[in-house]
């Protein structure tokens, strides 16, 4: 038993400074590895990523497509237009569209709607647009237009008065604007010489019976014995001369090609003498000359035909 204890302790004795050889170097070695570790590298920032984003294609509104209407029951059955002044408006009928315009104001569309019957007056309520037709006579019309009869159209809380006329609505572009050239001084005169233009055109019914309808002045020259020449042109292009007195009446009026022409004559501008009610409908650019707040005539636009 004491050879066994003693065997034990040699045993023992031999093995212990190994496994302390053997502790020491593994952590001479972890030692060694810790400080053999690299630093963790700094983060470097990466590039942005863009995300290209996906191409939408919108969808091109479709243009207002004309409506087909039931016109039967209508007071006033289309083709036709309507048109007043102070100011002047104008409004159109366009594949199922009523098409309100004003001078110097955009148009204002609106989708046209069976119309209520109410005292024989046809009342359209529509988008921004009230109006109301009426068959029959209308006051103020535009002289030798077909008058149908009268309507009401109210805008914008605002009230516009006028006359219903026969005719479809004009195609193509709108004429070109009047000309205020300085080579027409003329005029920005005219207004004031309307009995004088009055009387010329009175004299030139007395040539032919209704030669004046649709007449207008493409000169005049205000001369200093109390005289005043216009050129007056017919609706057949046929060109007057016409010397008015400015105490009343007419001294002479004959053909242009009679007369030499001068060169006040040569000179751009249209006056179309109108007392009340719109210009001619294929006049819509028409400029309204007034003379203490009384309508005296328009001048017509370059390319306009009344």
């Not at 200093?224 to 010397?243: I, P, S």
Request: glycine share 8%.
């Amino acid at each position: 038993m004491r050879r066994m204890q003693l065997n034990r302790s040699i045993v023992l004795a031999g093995i212990l400074p190994l496994v302390l050889s053997v502790s020491s170097c593994d952590l001479l070695d972890n030692s060694k590895n810790k400080d053999e570790t690299p630093e963790a590298a700094e983060p470097t920032a990466e590039a942005p990523q863009y995300v290209i984003p996906e191409t939408i294609v919108l969808e091109t509104p479709a243009a207002p497509s004309s409506v087909e209407l039931d016109t039967s029951s209508w007071a006033i059955k289309p083709p036709f237009y309507a048109a007043g002044q102070e100011p002047f408006w104008r409004l159109e009928l366009n594949d199922g569209w009523f098409i309100f315009q004003r001078l110097g104001l955009p148009e204002i569309e609106a989708q046209i709607s069976a119309p209520n019957r109410v005292d024989g007056v046809d009342e359209f309520d529509l988008d921004g647009v009230k109006i109301s037709i009426k068959a029959g006579a209308c006051p103020n019309a535009q002289a030798n237009e077909p008058v149908r009869g009268s309507i009401t159209l109210v805008h914008d809380e605002v009230s516009y008065q006028g006359c219903v006329y026969r005719g479809a609505t004009q195609d193509g572009e709108a004429a070109e604007a009047v000309e205020t050239s300085s080579s027409s001084k003329w005029t920005n005169e005219i207004g004031i010489y309307a009995i004088e233009v009055d009387e010329c055109l009175k004299a030139l019914d007395g040539i032919q019976a209704g030669a004046s309808a649709r007449s207008y002045v493409s000169a005049m020259n205000a001369q200093n014995d109390g005289k005043t020449a216009f050129v007056l042109r017919t609706r057949k292009g046929n060109d007057y001369l016409c010397l008015a007195l400015t105490a009343g009446g007419v001294e002479s009026i004959e053909p242009l090609a009679n007369s030499k022409r001068e060169d006040w004559m040569n000179v751009s501008g249209r006056f179309m003498r109108v007392e009340s009610g719109p210009p001619p409908r294929a006049c819509l650019d028409a400029e309204a000359v007034m003379v203490d707040g009384h309508l005296t005539g328009y001048l017509l636009p370059r390319n306009c035909r009344p």
